[in-house]
Nanobody, 125 residues
Framework: QVQLVESGGGLVQAGGSLRLSCVVS????????MGWFRQAPGKEREFVAAISWGGGRIYYADSVKGRFTISRDNAKSTVSLQMKSLKPEDTAVYYCAAAPATAAAIWAMDPYDDWGQGTQVTVSS
């Protein structure tokens, strides 16, 4: 059974930082591309960041470039999202997702076949 478990969400003031983590079990993490997506109330789920299975390809949404950093630790089957300079518009439920290593367009939702349950991030102004 594949499980992706996110943690690290919470309430933070604008300008603050949070670090999200996602632990993966039940699939070969080192052969999985990983992504972070988010969904704000009343909005569609959107891409945030993605990293290829080997870490050689990294992508960010324009809205988070320079503020968020995605990383992975294959030994711990963990992908992380360091978020700095948070803004109220970053408020959303954040989901991690896993895609096959062969996936090309890892900035899109299509390749991802396993998803976590999400963790709430709330940024107050």
């Amino acid at each position: 059974q594949v499980q992706l478990v996110e943690s690290g969400g919470g309430l933070v003031q604008a300008g603050g930082s949070l670090r999200l983590s996602c632990v993966v079990s039940g699939r070969t993490f080192s052969r999985s591309a990983m992504g972070w997506f988010r969904q704000a109330p009343g909005k569609e789920r959107e891409f945030v960041a993605a990293i290829s299975w080997g870490g050689g390809r990294i992508y960010y949404a324009d809205s988070v470039k320079g503020r968020f950093t995605i990383s992975r630790d294959n030994a711990k089957s963990t992908v992380s999202l360091q978020m700095k300079s948070l803004k109220p518009e970053d408020t959303a439920v954040y989901y991690c997702a896993a895609a096959p290593a062969t996936a090309a367009a890892i900035w899109a939702m299509d390749p991802y076949d396993d998803w976590g349950q999400g963790t709430q991030v709330t940024v107050s102004s």
